[in-house]
T-cell receptor, first 111, second 113 residues
Framework: DAKTTQPNSMESNEEEPVHLPCNHS???????IHWYRQLPSQGPEYVIH???SNVNNRMASLAIAEDRKSSTLILHRATLRDAAVYYC????????????FGTGTSLTVIP | DAGVIQSPRHEVTEMGQEVTLRCKPI?????LFWYRQTMMRGLELLIY????????DSGMPEDRFSAKMPNASFSTLKIQPSEPRDSAVYFC???????????FGPGTRLTVL
């Protein structure tokens, strides 16, 4: 399973944009990039996913580098409810449905 | 939809006792996953089922752990005998085959004394 590297922690001021980076230099052509987040005392929840093109949904945007070796999750306006651990995960569609979670980035939002 | 349901939410037991954790996936989802989360090791995939059949159990730590899925709406994770190092939060998740999103339950916090 391909590995991802994320900063252990980040801080953001409330109502400002947040850019959460993820490096995945060994990504293969069949790896999808998924982002999940885990709020305190809850199970992880889906945020967004993509393959090659940038993606937007109601929660966030995903910017994928042209060589696909890195990606950035963008929260356009951080709120206190966005304080969570954010996981960047690669899923190889050839080998199955498994997700392998790394250590993630703990995001602190400062009021 | 009630989402993924796990029971119990909290379990405290003594070393050597049998522990059974339960999961009801979202109706219609045919992939089910069991995870364990600890501070030291983070979130680990233990086993996953597709159409009630175990596909990959390589994450199951040892023979003390077993998982079953007798039907599409129910799965169990059993630890026998339990040990203090099994203390963790256990999550169940389900997914529709072909879908991209795993839906996680609220977890079961297990404490083995």
């Amino acid at each position: 399973d391909a590995k991802t590297t994320q900063p252990n922690s980040m801080e953001s001021n409330e109502e400002e944009p947040v850019h959460l980076p993820c490096n995945h230099s060994t990504i293969s052509g069949t790896d999808y990039i998924h982002w999940y987040r885990q709020l305190p005392s809850q199970g992880p929840e889906y945020v967004i996913h993509g393959l090659t093109s940038n993606v937007n949904n109601r929660m966030a945007s995903l910017a994928i580098a042209e060589d696909r070796k890195s990606s950035t999750l963008i929260l356009h306006r951080a709120t206190l409810r966005d304080a969570a651990v954010y996981y960047c995960i690669l899923r190889d569609v050839r080998t199955g449905n498994q997700f392998y979670f790394g250590t993630g980035t703990s995001l602190t939002v400062i009021p | 939809d009630a989402g993924v349901i796990q029971s119990p939410r909290h379990e405290v037991t003594e070393m050597g006792q049998e522990v059974t954790l339960r999961c009801k996936p979202i109706s219609g989802h045919n992939s089910l996953f069991w995870y364990r989360q600890t501070m030291m090791r983070g979130l680990e995939l233990l086993i996953y089922f597709n159409n009630n059949v175990p596909i990959d159990d390589s994450g199951m730590p040892e023979d003390r752990f077993s998982a079953k899925m007798p039907n599409a709406s129910f799965s169990t994770l059993k630890i026998q005998p339990s040990e203090p190092r099994d203390s963790a939060v256990y999550f169940c998740a389900s997914r529709l085959t072909g879908g991209n999103e795993q839906f996680f339950g609220p977890g079961t916090r297990l404490t083995v004394l």
